[in-house]
């Protein structure tokens, strides 16, 4: 394979290209496809070629870890259900900031060992020697600590999002002295390690970063985790640049930093969606404080709602000229999206005009509802962003919103007091009529009650999403115009 070794460059060079390309098939839905597969194959290309490019690689080692981790992506892939996508996409982040750890340990370990050999021997035996350069030190420096920090902030917001119970939000005046003690510790001692090369320094620097993860991560309320995830996707790539560096690898530096880039722009997106900055998000009262929710359920006891069945929703959307529907993550979780698409396709050969609107940050990750009606086939052009189709709300007569919350809150326009306000919504509150699936008047991921549900104009219609929607479906096939 000498022919791979002389042109490893050319190689590398292509798979970056094809990551660019990768990236911008990615930026739209007709174009997705052919961007994942322009990524498979730079992977591909990457991987093969850094494999026969490395020094003395250990070959069973290297396959058997390959051929495990296939097993496993390939069946989690299979298995996984759309509604527990976002905390698998937090755990994968994890494991690249795992690696990044665990590569920069093994970089000093070894360049460790060929110290301790001496130079006279290594090069007695044909063995090339180079101690490492303040500008390793520091490569090694920032890959370990972005990676430890990337590894246990994801493993937490996949605990969150998965609802697991050790995964629990911190709150109090003490968290922000914590987060600041630790952090000027982790980086005291990394500063120490990069000037004098200390392993004890290395150890401790690294344990508080890990530690730095958890509780820069914990107190973030549930309404922003859709911009966590983003922004550790940001830092898993960010992570992988620096390892990149230490391994003098040039298609990891490459495709960390369109990882890393890309990242930080979407998770700036959302925070603009949101009206939010970045640090208010991970330094700041998070959407959904302690008190949010116990506020929400008192009021709910004692403010009056409208309810209404399945079938007298879809005579109300029967006889619409226009309906937007909004999905939230209670389309996910009921696994509603080939029903939406069904009563979609209905109302529209009734005559029916027929779109959806999505927010920004709806459901737990980037494009979570965008991905949910792909998978359902919902044409692309049916599918409106929420500058799009906000201006449309007035003149709609049904609006139905399938399990959204904190997305729809007019609080968010009219409560200077809500922790969401300014924050940008869809405007379904200005449509003429108002439907709301849910199973329950329980608040959203937020914590935060919403006034939509109590707006005259709304009907709410409770269930699971799923069933809720056939029954619509229906009543529309037996009423017709």
Known sequence: MEFIRDYADWFYLIGAVLFILTLRGLSGPKTAIAGNRYGMIAMAIAVLTTFFV???????????????GAIVGIARARTV??????????????LVGL???????????????????????????????????????FELFVGCFVGAITFTASVFAYGKLAAKKWAKTISGGWVKPVQALIFIAMLGFGIHFFLSGSMTSFWAMTALALAFGWVWIAPVGGGDMPVVVSL????????AAGIGFTLENNMLIVAGSLVGSSGAILSYIMCKAMNRSIINVLFGGAMGGAAAPTA???????????SGSADDAGFLMSNADSVVIVPGYGMAQGRAQNAVKELAN???EQGVTVRFAIHPVAGRMPGHMNVLLAEADVPYEDILEMDEINSDFPATDVVLVIGANDVVNPAAKDDPNSP??????????????????????????????????????????????KKVVEDMTKAINGTGH
């Open 420 to 465: 969401i306000y300014g924050m940008p919504i869809l405007e379904a509150h200005k449509a003429r009529t108002i439907m709301v699936i849910k199973r329950s008047m329980a608040t959203g991921y937020a914590g935060l009650d919403n006034d939509l549900f109590y707006n005259d104009k709304t009907m709410m219609v409770f269930g699971d999403a």
């Open 54 to 68: 490395a020094d003395h690689p250990v070959i069973w080692m290297i396959v058997g870890a390959m051929i495990l």
């Open 232 to 239: 550790l996707n940001s830092f898993s790539g960010w992570a």
């Open 296 to 306: 929400g359920a008192g009021e709910q006891v004692q403010r009056n709602y409208r």
């Open 346 to 348: 209905l109302l529209k």
């Open 99 to 137: 690696a990044a750890v665990l590569i920069a340990i093994a970089a000093i370990i070894h360049n460790n060992k060929l110290v301790e050999l001496g130079p006279e021997l290594l090069v007695a035996n044909g063995v090339s020697f180079h101690e490492m350069s303040k500008v390793h030190l």
């Open 81 to 94: 259900p759309m509604t527990q996508m976002p905390e698998t996409v937090a755990l994968m982040h994890s």
